[in-house]
């Protein structure tokens, strides 16, 4: 029987470890850099590394490491021991102040849109002392933000880190102008859902595709999909359930607040949600969270697959971003109140993220672009690229009142009156959910549903946290200039909404007619990554990201470097993969049943005289055909392939991989996924979707 409460945390250097192990004046100090960001001095960084180092190696620990999170998109670390050579021919284990606070690895060998050449290969890690050191196997892996020698960020925490800093400088200026001195830190909070699928591991050697990039590149449909609606939380299965103990087991050792776990939609698909945290230590528990699930699926035989979208015509895996804003005293900013201010309060931060929203619909898309998303977006139960809002009806109509200025009703109880006597009241957490909006209100907190299963949520963070303070810093600039504050609230709410309002939509996100609708009211459609990161670099994104400290333009040119270089391998491998498996694997394959049933129509007449084997000579024709235009599309391909990575600069071959690539893609694999099912059980070239998807 596992005790929980003793288990959680076992594996952390938390607060709670800290006060037994440290002097008190040493965790007084410590607590300072912890909670207020002061500066650690060396001497208290040489006692907390000792007590740190004694802990770890209790723990079974024989080596430290700077975990960090570079871009590209997974955590790294190197290990280093905490022997000591001595004189003598012995070694101790010791572990410095300075070790501990910064450590210096290779940047040259990681993604920096040519920032960091071979020759220039210095970069630092730096302890992050708001986020817990953690044991992890043999190793104290200490949480660090990662830059390089000129001091640029070659990672995705550092952003994250100043988008926060600066979104709670920007709402504690309009807190002040409701009264609320009294706070002192704002913080943003994170909870994400995180989608993935289980397979079983041998049959996953035997594919290829999985092996190399994470998906299916062929695959035909099963006979039985989700079209049942059954998978959806229904019992698990004997294995799912031992593998999610474990994997509960060894997240909750790390401190990490695993809450929920069901089934999902798709055969094989399930999901894990923990419980909000602050936003930089949610955002390094989701990263060692896909490490551990791919870790502990290994230790049962299975594999955790983490791409947005696996299966073909099977729902895609996400990772729902339930982002909300919190004071140091408790208080939830995106939660309607109890008293007039605290509603009028509450619809000046609705508005300024409904506006955030639309002016940086592109950033957003940017955030979550990827090659695997791509694939995900728009399709089975995953919001389209159009981002929008959506409120759910009673809020939708309380702010249309405010937009039109017209009374507003409704026969519900439970109502709340807000500080300016002409605009309605707020009925209390009344919405509904809408799996198809990308940026759903769900009552106390946005859902931003847009995010891939892969993807780091930092990127998505620090979006949203840099654009809604860019927005309250204009609102906080009007108002503290105002010498009517209540009607310069009022006046700002209603210009605003009204302003923003095409961002706003509650409606089906799969609907036809949503396209149209959205290109009327001047929506972005950013279907592809290359048209997404295409406005990246546009004027008012960097000077939205440079005004806010969150990026200088030299980091956001590297991103943008990046972010195309990212797109075009991840197709480069695809491509390859697609052409090795058709050649060594299906055609092969066809190859040899189509001569199997030669022979049986050349036995066939044999014995029997005047046999017409039509069954069989219609299925060679069919299949000769077939194998013939794969031939044909393979060598099309290729020649595709070839022409888009000689297209030109970065931008010009991830347009060329997006736009003749895939297309191309898509064909050869509908050829291959035709011949697949005419093949017989014994000269199937790989496992079939349905071994992968029923066979647990």
Known sequence: MVNVPELFGSMVFNKK????????????????????????????????????KEWAIEKGATHYTHWFQPLTGITAEKHDS?????????????????????????????????????????GYTVWDPTAYPFVKEHTLCIPTAFCSYTGEALDKKTPLLRSMESLNEQTLRILKLFGKSNVSHVSTTVGPEQEYFIVDRKLWEQRKDLRMTGRTLFGAKPSKGQEMDDQYFAALNPRIVEYMEDLNDTLWKYGILSKTEHNEVAPAQHEMAPIFSTTSLSTDQNQLTMEVMKKVARRHGLVCLLHEKPFAGLNGSGKHNNWSLSTNLGENLLEPGKTPEDNAQFLLFLTAIIKAVHENQDLLRISVASAGNDHRLGANEAPPAIISVYLGDELYAVLKSIKDGTPYSNDKANKMNIGVDVLPPIPKDSTDRNRTSPFAFTGNKFEFRSCGSALSIAGPNTALNAIVAYTLRDFADELEKASDFETALHDLIKREITAHWAIVFNGNGYDESWLAEAKKRGLLNLKTTPDAVAHYLDP??????????????????????????????????EVETMLEMINKDILPAAYK?????????????????????????????????LVNTLAEKAEELSKKHLDAKAAGDGMAVARAYADTVIPVMAETRAVADEIEPLLGEDFKPFPSYEDLLFRV
């Open 17 to 52: 470890v800290m006060r037994e192990r440290l002097p008190k004046e040493t965790y007084k100090a410590l607590v300072k850099t912890l909670d207020d960001g002061e500066p650690l001095k060396l001497d208290v960084a040489n006692v907390v590394a000792h007590a740190m």
């Open 82 to 122: 905490f022997i000591t050579p001595q004189d003598d021919g012995t070694v101790i284990m010791s572990f410095s102040g300075k070790e501990l606070v910064k450590g210096e690895p290779d940047a040259s060998s990681f993604p920096s849109g040519g920032r960091r050449a071979t020759f220039e290969a210095r």
């Open 540 to 573: 008012k994104n960097v000077k939205l990201y440079t005004e806010m400290g969150v990026y200088t333009e030299v980091e956001m040119k590297s991103h943008y470097e990046v972010k195309l270089e990212k797109y075009s391998q991840v197709l480069n491998i």
């Open 593 to 625: 049943y189509m001569d199997a049933v030669s022979k049986t129509v050349i036995d066939l007449k044999s014995i029997v005289p005047g046999a017409k084997a039509s069954a069989q000579t219609s299925l060679l024709a069919r299949l000769d055909g």
